[in-house]
């Protein structure tokens, strides 16, 4: 005999809990709440100097958000043909320091051919609804067939230049070699150019964009406000997920040096965890989160997590909270485990307040504040 519908929905739910909101965490009650949806596998959130927000899906859509959050249905044109394959795609988008007067944005995407693809950094001109003046200010060479392990994250320093970090595109050794782009921190001025205190400048055989080398796949970067330094985070191979802060020509070790295991039989890599001449992460995860999208905290709304640094987790679906001691992490709380899926950005609007977005087909942004203290 066929359940009553009133009877049926009350199973559904018993078996089904819904998510709190607010979501009780150590020091806040998080109120989230819901922006956008309907979104494909949202990549990156930026915020504009006359409040309007950028959004990019993966498959190479940029779209513009008004102050409070509300999607605008007509799309911005002019975005340079991404390979959206694997997973390939456009990245980030970052707006000039100085948008405000140059209007300069820059998009990261995977570019060329599914055959032969490579990250790329396209500057334009945001006019209106449209990308004006799009120039290609770098790419990654060698290109490669592999759809995966691209990096893709861009970051300004205080002194105006700019950072890409790059995946070792799933090379044996690329990441060690000095005539590859792959595995690398790239740094750039902002139109480009190479800056001449790049750690490998004149150097017969090396790139001179590179300013670091080693790293396996990084999908977060940001700017640490209280020293200036570059921060970045990257995915291990079952294991090893890390956290490093980048310095000018240091090796990050990868694949001579992880924490990861290989995947399926668990072996180790290389040659161990640590190296003479190659540097420790400052946070290691094992076994891995997936991280994805990074931001540090500063703003009055969460008051107690000045400083500290916001991570997204994709495979963790997560959000994770590191308390620092400079640098060296001294508390990790994970929040909303499993209440948002798959968190493939995290940003701190210029309210103070937390921005995610989603990795799914039905992605979505929302805004994390505070609900009440506890």
């Known amino acids: 005999m066929p359940l009553r519908p009133a009877l049926a929905i009350l199973l559904l739910c018993l078996c089904r809990p819904a998510a709190a909101n607010p979501y009780l965490s150590r020091l806040y009650a998080l109120q989230l709440t819901e922006l956008a949806r309907g979104l494909d596998h949202p990549w990156s959130l930026a915020f504009l100097s006359d409040g309007r927000m950028l959004l990019t899906e993966r498959i190479g859509r940029l779209r513009l958000l008004d102050a409070q959050g509300r999607l605008d249905p007509q799309l911005v044109s002019g975005v340079p043909a991404v390979v959206a394959r694997g997973q ?3 990245f980030d988008v970052l707006p000039h320091p100085r948008f405000a007067d140059n209007k300069l944005i820059y998009l990261s995407y995977a570019g060329g051919t599914p055959s032969a ?4 950094i396209a500057r334009a001109r945001l006019d209106g609804h ?13 290109r490669s067939g592999s759809d995966h392990h691209y990096g893709g994250r861009l970051a300004f320093d205080r002194a105006g230049k700019l950072y890409l970090s790059l995946g070792d595109r799933g090379g044996d050794d690329r990441a060690q070699r000095h005539d590859d782009h792959a595995g690398s921190v790239i740094r750039l001025n902002d139109d480009g150019s190479v800056p001449p205190d790049n750690p490998w ?20 970067m940001a700017l640490n406000p209280q020293t200036g330094a570059i921060w970045t ?11 490093n802060v980048i310095r000018a020509g240091a090796n990050y070790g990868w694949p001579v040096i992880t924490y990861g295991k290989t995947y399926g039989l668990g072996l180790p890599i290389g040659e161990g965890t640590h190296k003479a001449g190659m540097e420790q992460p ?8 997936a991280p994805s999208g990074m931001a540090f905290y500063q703003g009055k709304p969460f008051a ?3 400083n500290d640094l916001l991570i997204g987790a994709l495979r963790g679906e997560m959000l994770v909270r590191l308390k620092l001691d400079g640098e060296k992490a001294v508390e990790e709380e994970r929040m ?26 039905d992605g979505k942004l929302v805004r994390v504040s505070p609900a009440a203290r506890r």
């Open 88 to 90: 390939g795609g456009l």
């Open 117 to 120: 693809s490579s990250t790329e």
């Open 130 to 142: 449209a990308l004006r003046e799009l120039t290609v200010i770098f790419r990654q060479l060698p």
């Open 201 to 220: 400048v004149g150097r017969p055989g090396w790139k001179p964009e590179k300013f670091t080398l080693g790293h396996r796949n990084q999908q977060g």
């Open 233 to 243: 985070h990257e995915h291990g191979p079952q294991g090893g997920d890390e956290v």
């Open 282 to 289: 400052l946070k290691v995860w094992v076994p891995s989160i």
């Open 304 to 306: 107690r997590w000045q």
């Open 336 to 361: 909303l485990r499993g209440v948002l899926g798959r968190i493939r950005d995290v940003r701190v609007g210029p309210d103070g307040l937390v921005y995610l977005l989603t990795d799914e087909d």
